[in-house]
Each structure stands twice: as structure tokens, then as C-alpha cells.
Nanobody, 118 residues
């Protein structure tokens, strides 16, 4: 069965960095685009970034462009999100998801909490 397991969240000070990981199993990871989505306290889901199956094409939301970097290692079946220059408003639960045509998210991980606070 498809499984997506996020890790790497935690408490970080403003201006700090974190790298999130999403370990995928149960499907051929290299055949699918992947995405990161977050949900801040009391708010709806916010799409952050996606990457195509080969890793050569990425897209970012304006809110994280220039600060976050999505990447993947298909040999390790793992998706990453490098988060730099973190702000308190980045506090949220971060989810990875699998992307299927036309552009839907069919599987989600359980999420990892990121808290940015001094």
C-alpha cells in the first residue's frame, strides 16, 4: 500500500533552517510528481511546491519562493523540502502528497509539525 512518512519537523528560531523529508513506499516513486502542502493553525491547506517525477521541474508558491527548495532522490524514494530564512508565519503542519493527473493529490502523509518561534 502507498505510504508517505514525513519527518524533520521541530522548533526553530526565526531565520533558522529545517529540512523535511518524506519517505515513500508502496509505489514506483520515480513515476510520480510530488508536492508539499501545509496547514497553519486555524487556516486551510496551502500548497507550497511541487516537483516532477524526474526532479527537473519545480514550482513554488510566492510565499516560499526563494526561501524553500524542493528536491527528490529517486534512488532513496525520498522527497525533501529545504526551508531557510524561516518566519513565524511558516508555523504549520507540513504534508507531502503524491500528484496524479490532471493535478490531484491522491495520497498524503501524516504530517510533521514545524514551529518557528523565539
Amino acid at each position: 500500500q502507498v505510504q508517505l512518512v514525513e519527518s524533520g519537523g521541530g522548533l526553530v528560531q526565526p531565520g533558522g533552517s529545517l529540512r523535511l523529508s518524506c519517505a515513500a513506499s508502496g509505489f514506483t516513486f520515480s513515476n510520480y510528481g510530488m508536492s508539499w502542502v501545509r496547514q497553519a493553525p486555524g487556516k486551510g491547506l496551502e500548497w507550497l511546491s511541487d516537483i516532477n517525477s524526474g526532479g527537473g521541474k519545480t514550482h513554488y508558491a510566492d510565499s516560499v519562493k526563494g526561501r524553500f527548495t524542493i528536491s527528490r532522490d529517486n534512488a532513496k524514494n525520498t522527497l525533501y523540502l529545504q526551508m531557510d530564512s524561516l518566519k513565524p508565519e511558516d508555523t504549520a503542519v507540513y504534508y507531502c502528497s503524491r500528484v496524479v493527473p490532471p493535478y490531484e493529490f491522491d495520497y498524503w502523509g501524516q504530517g510533521t509539525q514545524v514551529t518557528v518561534s523565539s
